[in-house]
Antibody, heavy 127, light 106 residues
Framework: QVQLVESGGGVVQPGGSLRLSCAAS????????MHWVRQAPGKGLEWVAV????????HYADSVKGRFTVSRDNSKNTLYLQMSSLRTEDTAIYYC????????????????????WGQGTLVTVSS | DIQMTQSPSSLSASVGDRVTFACRASQSIATFLNWYQKKPGKAPNLLIY???SLQSGVPSRFSGSGSGADFTLTISSLQPEDFATYYCQQTYSTPLTFGGGTKVEI
């Protein structure tokens, strides 16, 4: 059974930094793209970042680009999100998720989706 | 960036009802469309991938359809455990984007 466990959340002042971790009990972690997704209080889901299986390809949402850094250590089956210059609007529950690709019903398109998620860790940015 | 618009933002329904909600992309995304269920305090749960394929373990009362820019999620007979918020997500291109969600209430 796949398990993803986030940690590292907490309360931080605006302008501060925090590092989140996502520990994966996942045999195929080193072969999997991984995502960070967040949900601010009372708001919808917001995609944050994705990292390729080997860390060579990374993409960020514009809202976090230049402030957040995603990385991974495949020897430890762990995903990280280094957050700096935090703002009040970064307050959210942060989830890590494994990406898997599936053929659609036509068998033509190979569609990525997040099939396993952690339970999330709460980050509160407040003075 | 591809914008995803869901409608309605909320709906009230009863157990046993058939409910359908919509998701529209700002451009064609073929079938790079997934649906997730989100309950308070729980992680999102993948229901449908590739617009219409049911994820393993998901009840068959859930179904998805569409391609291009217009998609729908249908619950054929609403069950008590289905009261939740449903999000569509495009994985056609980064940044990946979610719709604003449809909250299904009693």
């Amino acid at each position: 059974q796949v398990q993803l466990v986030e940690s590292g959340g907490g309360v931080v002042q605006p302008g501060g930094s925090l590092r989140l971790s996502c520990a994966a009990s996942l045999v195929t972690f080193s072969n999997s793209k991984m995502h960070w997704v967040r949900q601010a209080p009372g708001k919808g889901l917001e995609w944050v970042a994705v990292i390729s299986y080997d860390g060579s390809n990374i993409h960020y949402a514009d809202s976090v680009k230049g402030r957040f850094t995603v990385s991974r250590d495949n020897s430890k089956n762990t995903l990280y999100l280094q957050m700096s210059s935090l703002r009040t609007e970064d307050t959210a529950i942060y989830y890590c998720a494994r990406e898997q690709s599936f053929y659609d019903s036509s068998g033509y398109y190979y569609v990525p989706a997040s099939d396993f998620w952690g339970q999330g860790t709460l980050v509160t940015v407040s003075s | 960036d591809i914008q995803m618009t869901q409608s309605p933002s909320s709906l009230s329904a009863s157990v046993g009802d058939r409910v359908t909600f919509a998701c529209r992309a700002s451009q064609s995304i073929a079938t790079f469309l997934n649906w997730y269920q989100k309950k308070p305090g729980k992680a999102p749960n993948l229901l449908i991938y590739g617009a219409s394929s049911l994820q393993s373990g998901v009840p068959s009362r859930f179904s998805g359809s569409g391609s291009g820019a217009d998609f729908t999620l249908t619950i054929s007979s609403l069950q008590p455990e289905d009261f939740a918020t449903y999000y569509c997500q495009q994985t056609y291109s980064t940044p990946l984007t979610f719709g604003g969600g449809t909250k299904v209430e009693i």
